[in-house]
Structure formats: structure tokens, C-alpha cells
């Protein structure tokens, strides 16, 4: 167990929730914030903290979403892209949404996207994972890197994944 600043706040279902701040703001808005601000640095600072480790953990995914033969991918949390880029590159036929509750983290998606030639196959836009703006049974595959740790309600988040998937379609996370 970790322990930060601040005890962590049951909600009305008594779940632990962790935050990252000790506002009154509710856990999605805290992280929003959060991301936003470090936005700039995140992949600086995510590569050199976690020893590329991340890097590992993406090249796995594209291989087991690369063996599904997606044509349509979900990338929610996708932050700065990096994953959404990678699937990309890799599976030529895929067309990827990236989906994340950050400006910040997306306007450096979008540049990443941009600078590869991309722009036609992903797409970016700021969204929720407990209300995805996606059509029932309208992705091949959902993804997830890191970011379903800051799920504001994980069941929801998931559900919201399945609900989008086509009938045999698969969530990587």
C-alpha cells in the first residue's frame, strides 16, 4: 500500500477512491487537471521513471492487437499517443480513436500524430471513459495502456469498453 499526502476518501459505495489532489473536485476533474499540467514533460518524465518499461509494455500490446486483424481500435486514456501511434504504424489497415479526458495530453497526440503522416488514420478527441461517444459494437478492439488506473469508476469505465466492442471483439489492457 502507498501512502500519500493525504488519507484516501471512501465514496457512498465505501470504495476507496485515490486522488491526486485534496480538492472537493471529484477524482476525474483532479486527474484532468493533473494532466493538463504536465502534459509538456509526460513522456520525458514517464520514460525516464518507469526505465522504458512502458515502451516494453506497448510493443506487447501491438503485437496481440496485431494479431486480431483490427480494421477499427479504441484507444481510451490514449494521453500522448504513443500507443495510438505505434498501432498505427504497425497495423496498416487500422483506423484508431484515441480517446482521453486531457487538452493537454491530446495536443501533444495530436502533434505526434501530425509529424508521423497519421492524420487520417487516428483520430483524437477529449472524452470519458464512463460516456464514450462511440456507437454499441463499433470497435474491433478497445485498448487501455495506464490510464484505467484514473478511471473515475472502473466497473463503468469497463462496461463502457465492452458496450463499444463488436461481438467478439476484445479489450487489451
Known amino acids: 500500500c502507498v501512502r500519500g499526502p493525504y488519507p484516501p476518501r471512501r465514496s457512498d459505495q ?78 496498416p489497415e487500422a483506423h484508431i480513436k484515441g480517446v ?24 483524437l478527441d477529449a472524452g470519458d471513459a464512463e460516456h464514450l461517444h462511440v456507437a454499441d459494437a463499433s470497435v474491433d478492439v478497445a485498448t487501455v495502456a495506464f490510464g484505467v488506473r484514473n478511471f473515475g469508476d472502473l466497473g463503468r469505465g469497463l462496461a463502457e469498453l465492452s458496450r463499444a466492442l463488436r461481438p467478439g471483439g476484445r479489450i487489451v489492457i
Do not use: C, Q
Open 14 to 91: 465505501n470504495r476507496l477512491i485515490m486522488k491526486p489532489y485534496d480538492t472537493e473536485l471529484s477524482k476525474k476533474e483532479e486527474v484532468r487537471a493533473m494532466f493538463d499540467n504536465i502534459a509538456p514533460a509526460y513522456d520525458r518524465l514517464n520514460h525516464t521513471l518507469s526505465l522504458s518499461v512502458g515502451r516494453i509494455w506497448r510493443r506487447r500490446v501491438v503485437r496481440i492487437v496485431g494479431r486480431l486483424h483490427p480494421r477499427r481500435v479504441l484507444d481510451m486514456a490514449t494521453g500522448t499517443g504513443d500507443l495510438a501511434v505505434m498501432m498505427a504504424r504497425s497495423i
Open 100 to 123: 482521453d479526458l486531457s487538452e493537454g495530453m491530446l495536443d501533444v497526440a495530436r502533434r505526434k500524430v501530425t509529424a508521423r503522416g497519421l492524420d487520417g488514420r487516428v483520430v
